[in-house]
């Protein structure tokens, strides 16, 4: 679910926090992704079609733009957030829902697909200790990763500086972009006053006060600053105070995330016979169209290099170069083992 309503407050009352950009603004930016909100993705798009083919084509479509995807699994989730997935989960049909997190067997079984398909085409992955969003959150305020790609908008008050939506690599697509800075600066509120806004705009982490809508909220913590004083100076009548309301359990999640070591990140040659023997041999797409799209990639790549060094010899300034996007630390002599490197330290290599 994200936070109710936070992006249409952000357009009304902080325009400036917006802007819209085109997926070759990002060449050479290291951009994290919630890998559950881009398999929702495809899954809702093409539910008779297996979220791996969208994982593939979309994450060779990155590498061609110059884009450097990490991608993120989700870990344990806080239990707090135990009610709302509980909810999806028979929205969905899942009688087996394990509340502690630890999953269905399909939904594992899907995750480890992930995984090798990521492995194979060259790109890290990343384990969080609880929810990825939060994760991914961390990895851009600690400078790890430039930005945030998520339809998800809870990566703004779990720390995220820069949060790119749509980020969908159609063609014609505006990329939405919002600045965590720019966002503050307009509402005149701090950090922990937007966790407390979203809070009563709407969290997966506990209820909301009902019959407040997101204006009147802003206008609150904005007057009150936080959600203890907001309470004192609100009609019980037309927002009653949930029982046991856990606003400050949700608090602390957005907060005080899980800490986990985050590994230097390296991209290598996306493997093209272990991706065949994935996606053709086993889960049996066609194989002419795995390979027509691997032989687009590699023409697109050399396109982009032929142009690299005709600005280059005309004395225009030094783009990277193929050898310098993908740092190859091994040749792929055999099959990457699933989940074999996930939190192993490898290099980044330096922005140009």
């Not at 806004?197 to 997101?214: A, E, S, T």
């Not at 800490?259 to 390296?266: D, F, I, N, S």
């Not at 600005?311 to 050898?323: I, K, S």
Request: with cysteine; net charge positive; glycine share 6%.
């Amino acid at each position: 679910m994200g936070i109710l309503k936070l992006a249409d407050l952000i357009r009304s009352e902080a325009p400036a926090a917006v802007s819209f950009r085109d997926i070759s603004d990002y060449a050479g930016k290291v951009i994290a992704l919630d890998t559950s909100v881009v398999v929702n993705q495809f899954r809702a798009a093409t539910p008779t079609l297996s979220p791996l083919t969208g994982l593939f084509f979309r994450t060779l479509t990155f590498l061609e733009h110059g884009i450097k995807p990490v991608f993120v699994l989700d870990g344990r989730p806080p239990v707090e957030k135990s009610a709302v997935l509980k909810r999806r989960a028979e929205a969905a049909g899942w009688s087996n829902f394990n509340p502690t997190g630890t999953g269905t067997r399909t939904a594992s079984t899907q995750t480890r697909d992930c995984v090798e398909l990521l492995k194979y085409l060259g790109v890290p992955v990343i384990q969080a200790p609880g929810d990825a969003e939060a994760m991914c959150a961390r990895l851009v305020a600690n400078g790890v990763v430039d930005a945030v790609a998520s339809e998800d908008m809870d990566t703004l008050p779990f720390g995220a500086k820069v949060l790119i939506r749509q980020l969908n690599a159609k063609r014609n697509s505006a990329v939405v972009e919002y600045s965590l800075a720019k966002l503050l600066e307009e509402l005149h509120i701090s950090q922990k006053e937007l966790v407390d806004l979203c809070i009563l705009l709407g969290c997966d982490y506990c209820d909301k006060l009902r019959g407040l809508g997101p204006k009147r909220a802003l206008t609150l913590i904005q007057t009150h600053r936080t959600i203890e004083n907001v309470v004192l100076n609100i009609n019980r009548e037309t927002h009653p105070v949930p029982e046991s309301w856990k606003y400050q359990e949700a608090r602390n999640v957005f907060l005080e995330a899980p800490q986990t070591q985050v590994p230097e990140l390296t991209w290598m040659e996306p493997d093209e016979e272990a991706l065949v023997k994935i996606l053709c041999h086993l889960k049996h797409h066609r194989e002419g169209r795995i390979r027509h799209r691997m032989k687009m990639f590699r023409e697109s790549r050399e396109s982009r290099r032929e142009k690299r060094e005709q600005q280059n010899a005309a004395g225009c300034h030094r783009q990277t170069r193929l050898g310098e996007f993908f740092m190859v630390t091994r040749k792929r002599s055999q099959a990457v083992e699933v989940g074999s490197s996930l939190g192993a330290n490898t290099k980044r290599p330096k922005a140009e």
